[in-house]
Nanobody, 115 residues
Framework: VQLVESGGGLVQPGGSLRLSCAAS????????MSWYRQAPGKERELVAT????????HYADSVKGRFTISRDNAKNTVYLQMNSLKPEDTAVYYC?????????WGQGTQVTVSS
């Protein structure tokens, strides 16, 4: 199982970023996918989850209405569109899937929201 995130960077408050996570080593279309984030000195928290076929999504209250999770099963990729970014969204963002009874993680991508 391999999960590789990309798309992070430095953005001003109110800006947008789209994160991508390319998956391999498992049947991507059979598994729900999630995005988590971890800010310095804080615990890792769930940001958003999408079901295997993409028909259902769940968001943390802190990102509802600003972030959108989506997936392309033909490309084995899950996305996180982040709009109206705030300084408190600054964190390392991780892609995750529970495969074979284990939670698998990517290496993370840094998102920094600052003027």
């Amino acid at each position: 199982v391999q999960l590789v995130e990309s798309g992070g960077g430095l953005v001003q408050p109110g800006g947008s970023l789209r994160l991508s996570c390319a998956a391999s080593g498992f049947t991507f279309s059979s598994y729900a996918m999630s995005w988590y984030r971890q800010a310095p000195g804080k615990e890792r928290e769930l940001v958003a989850t999408i079901t295997s076929a993409g028909g259902g999504t769940h968001y943390a209250d802190s990102v509802k209405g600003r972030f959108t999770i989506s997936r392309d099963n033909a490309k084995n990729t899950v996305y996180l569109q982040m709009n109206s970014l705030k300084p408190e969204d600054t964190a390392v963002y991780y892609c995750s899937a529970r495969v074979g009874g284990l939670t698998r993680w990517g290496q993370g991508t840094q998102v920094t929201v600052s003027s």
